[in-house]
């Protein structure tokens, strides 16, 4: 019995190791392997180095960044092949920014980056209102991660979102001493700060307003038959009848209001 389980051992591992057997073997294996790829194959570097035609090149005509509307319109296969290609392209371009500095040469158009990346968040705002209305669709929410209106440790409101941690709120005594009565956020450092941080923004609106008041008087003053309702329009926080009445909106002649 032995001699016969040998014997068919031996023929069959003879006949699948035969030069022909392995041939066919591999050819089976690599027409069944299918490769993926979005640009042609570069067994060297260059794929981060732009055209060599544009090297010396002080001006490249572009176009203009992917828009919202365009994108809305494409498939998630789309997108995802063309989130893809602007990456190399990204990639690509701070290669050749970083190798124009090291060489002390302008790099012609920078304005290019902005505009790939301007594109790159179009898509994710895209994928982002997909996934809102399909959460939407299927249970009722967004799916996004929640946000609560906080109290920074500067004593500012702020939106926070919700991550996860190793240990439950109440337990993080670092997070929680900062919070009590005594702790960080209610010392008067913090409150003495806020103070003066909503003086700075209470004077910034005083003198907004007022450059805005200044402004309509000037052109009261240049132009005194142009539209009112533009101009209120133009000015919505300003008193348009107040500035008829100021000295400073007077000019050579008198007034027909």
């Known amino acids: 019995m032995n001699f016969i ?35 042609s194959k570069q067994n060297s570097l260059m794929d981060f180095f732009d055209n060599k035609k544009n090297w010396n090149e002080t ?6 960044a992917w828009r919202l509307d365009e994108l809305r319109i494409k498939s998630n296969t789309d997108l995802h092949k063309l989130w893809y ?39 994710e705002t895209v994928i982002r209102e997909r996934n809102i209305a399909y959460y939407k669709l299927e249970t009722g929410e967004t799916g996004e991660r929640p946000v609560d209106d906080i109290v920074n440790l500067f004593g500012l409101p702020e939106k926070y979102q919700k991550h996860e941690y190793f240990i439950p709120k ?20 913090v409150k003495k700060f806020y103070r003066l941080y909503q003086e700075k923004l209470y004077n910034i609106k005083r003198k907004e307003k007022n450059r805005n008041f200044n402004q309509v008087q000037h052109l009261l003053k240049r132009f005194p038959d142009m ?20 000295k400073k909106a007077r000019g050579h002649f008198l007034p027909k209001y």
């Not at 014997?7 to 299918?34: A, E, M, Y």
């Not at 005594?173 to 960080?184: A, D, F, I, P, Q």
Request: aromatic share 10%.
């Open 170 to 189: 109440f337990m993080n005594s670092r997070w929680v001493k900062s919070y009590l009565e005594h702790g960080y956020i209610n010392s008067l450092a």
């Open 5 to 39: 389980f040998k014997n068919i051992k031996r023929t069959t591992v003879g006949i699948c190791f035969r030069p022909n057997n392995l041939l066919n073997l591999c050819r089976r294996t690599t027409q069944d392997i299918k490769y993926f790829h979005t640009t």
């Open 85 to 123: 290609v602007l990456l190399k392209e990204r990639n690509m371009l701070f290669t050749m920014e970083h190798e124009c500095n090291e060489q002390i040469r302008l790099f012609p158009n920078p304005e290019r980056i902005d505009k790939v990346e301007e594109s790159m968040n179009n898509i």
């Open 59 to 64: 001006n490249i005509r572009v176009g203009r």
């Open 227 to 246: 539209d009112m309702e533009k101009l209120q329009a133009e000015y919505p926080e300003v008193d348009i009848e107040k500035a008829k009445r100021s």
